[in-house]
């Protein structure tokens, strides 16, 4: 078989910063830029130096909701992690609480951290699990070329590991994507997703890639890469491989985005920087029995810009 799991403690945690606006997480033992809008964006603030320095309070101050980006959480204590090979890969899973799984997956150049907030919330009712995306956090990049394919059946690799048939899913940007992915091909597979700020192709999408906070978060991203990856120098065959996807990737057709029979919440931000509302509205209404939720006073991270308000809206989903 390609999948083994790989038993390892759990790696603690912890926040450091905000040092002038921007938060590390490093080791204490020791992005989302989307698709074509999204390329240039990622390359040149990824290649920016990092010098640690943020904002002023009083700048900070004078922000909305919608234009913070606030510090990465740590997944709680207690929670259980191993590493499962998976083909040319290692891939980082982490998991608390019993009941019905419920699978997070991440965005773009993140990491399972930024879904603490949700996963603990959940945990407290049902069975968490995170997925690091392969090249992401804690698994490795491997040397297959990204797609959408390639990140859904690393998920599938993962589900047979834990001998889960089925499972509801959590998506955000890249994750809500894979989630898309999933529902299609392997409808068996999925009862519920959860899909926010994904997108089935490239119209209707802004140019909101370039804004400061999408550059604070590729930094921020960068800098977690360097503390978690088992090959921190991974981080630009990384931007590589993204960027070659977000070219071609995702193309979901009315067809195949008809064919998803999982219940589905299509969620969108006030102010996503990324998916304009005609593209949720318009996706929302291709999935048989789909929901359009919308959150208000967030962007693109409204995971972490207002998760009581993000937990709400998840859980109800999770019990309707």
Avoid at 91 to 113: D, Q
Wanted: charged share 20%; with cysteine.
């Amino acid at each position: 078989m390609s999948e083994r799991l790989i038993a390892r403690p759990h790696a603690q945690l912890q926040a450091v910063g905000p040092r002038g606006g921007q938060n590390e997480l490093q080791l204490a033992r020791q992005k989302h830029p989307t698709r074509r809008a999204a390329l240039a964006c990622v390359v040149a603030a990824a290649a920016r130096p990092i010098d640690g320095r943020a904002q002023s309070g009083s700048a900070a101050g004078r922000r909305e909701r919608w234009q913070t980006l606030p510090p990465t959480p740590i997944l709680p204590a207690g929670t259980r992690s191993s590493l499962l090979r998976r083909g040319d890969a290692v891939l980082f899973h982490a998991e608390l609480g019993g009941g019905a799984p419920v699978l997070f997956l991440h965005g773009g150049l993140a990491n399972a951290n930024w879904w603490a907030h949700q996963f603990s919330g959940v945990a407290a009712i049902r069975r968490a699990i995170a997925i690091d995306t392969r090249g992401h956090g804690r698994s490795s990049l491997g040397t297959e070329g990204f797609s959408y394919e390639l990140l859904a059946a690393d998920v599938l690799g993962v589900l047979d590991a834990l001998s889960l048939p089925k499972i509801s899913i959590v998506g955000w940007s890249d994750g809500a994507i894979v989630g898309l992915q999933l529902a299609i091909d392997h409808p068996q597979r999925v009862e519920r997703l959860f899909a926010f700020a994904g997108n089935a192709d490239h119209t209707d999408l802004l140019g909101g890639s370039g804004s400061p906070i999408f550059t604070d978060y590729t930094r921020r991203c960068q800098l977690e890469h360097s503390a978690l990856s088992p090959t921190p120098e991974s981080w630009a065959p990384l931007l590589e491989q993204l960027q070659q996807m977000w070219k071609r990737e995702p193309a979901f057709t009315p067809a195949q985005l008809g064919r998803i029979t999982a219940r589905v919440a299509v969620v969108h931000a006030q102010h996503d920087e990324i998916i304009s509302d005609a593209h949720a509205q318009r996706l929302a209404a291709s999935i048989r029995g789909a929901r359009l939720l919308r959150l208000a006073n967030v962007s693109h991270f409204a995971l972490l810009q207002d998760p009581v308000q993000f937990n709400r809206e998840l859980i109800a989903f999770l019990h309707g």
